[in-house]
């Protein structure tokens, strides 16, 4: 499909030549560019499929998935951290680490443990439990059995803070998330990743 037109041709994105077109995401501003640019990917990529049939490469409906996602969880992602910088000036990992705490008995959890189920890497997490001990929503706390291990947990302004933003963010989740899909979609989700999260911890 060429993308020709009166007013002139649209520039090439050349950092994306010679790259695998699901391996490139490109997010232009106008619907009709989108279209150009999802059919000229598609076409690019049959052609590669066939030039190098070793590769197990995505079918249409795949790339769509996978693309879907991405462009989906992103926008997802951004209009709720935008929400919890705004109102309660935190940021989605923060907040992530609120839950966890709340969840666990006693609102606390071992470091390594809150580590392992939070998407920050040990280092970025201990320099926001830093942070969120100073302003005084969590503190760290010494096991008395074992001197070797560290309690992170949430203290009372942390859950102040957490009822306090709570409802806010679970607005925002809903307008853009929740009450997007229908109950059934929302059903297959609830099933299906929950199921890849668990298969990628395994990794």
């Known amino acids: 499909m060429s993308t ?50 070793d590769v197990e490469w995505l079918n249409e409906t795949e790339q769509e998935a996978w693309r879907g996602w991405i462009d989906a969880s992103r926008r997802v992602l951004a209009a709720t951290d935008r929400q919890l910088k705004d109102e309660a000036g935190l940021t ?4 992530e680490v609120f ?18 189920s ?9 320099q926001r439990i830093d942070r969120l001990t100073r302003d005084g929503f969590v503190e760290r706390v010494r096991c008395v059995q074992d001197a070797r291990v560290w309690w992170v947990e949430l203290t009372d302004a942390g859950k102040a803070k957490l009822e306090e933003t709570a409802p806010g963010h ?17 059903g297959v989700l609830a099933l299906v990743l929950p199921r890849l999260a668990r298969s990628l911890e395994a990794d």
């Open 4 to 53: 020709n037109t009166k007013r002139g041709r649209h520039p090439r994105n050349r950092r994306s030549e010679g790259v695998v077109p699901s391996l490139c995401v490109i997010w232009p501003t106008s619907v009709n560019r989108v279209e150009c640019f999802k059919v000229e990917a598609i076409l690019r990529y049959d052609a590669r499929m066939a030039s190098d049939p």
């Open 92 to 95: 989605t990992d923060d907040y």
């Open 99 to 116: 839950v966890r705490l709340s969840e666990a008995p006693d609102d606390r959890l071992r470091m390594s443990d809150l580590a392992s």
């Open 118 to 126: 939070v998407t920050n890497s040990p280092s970025r997490l201990s």
């Open 170 to 186: 679970v607005a925002e989740v809903r307008r853009v998330f929740v009450d997007r899909l229908t109950a059934e979609e929302i």
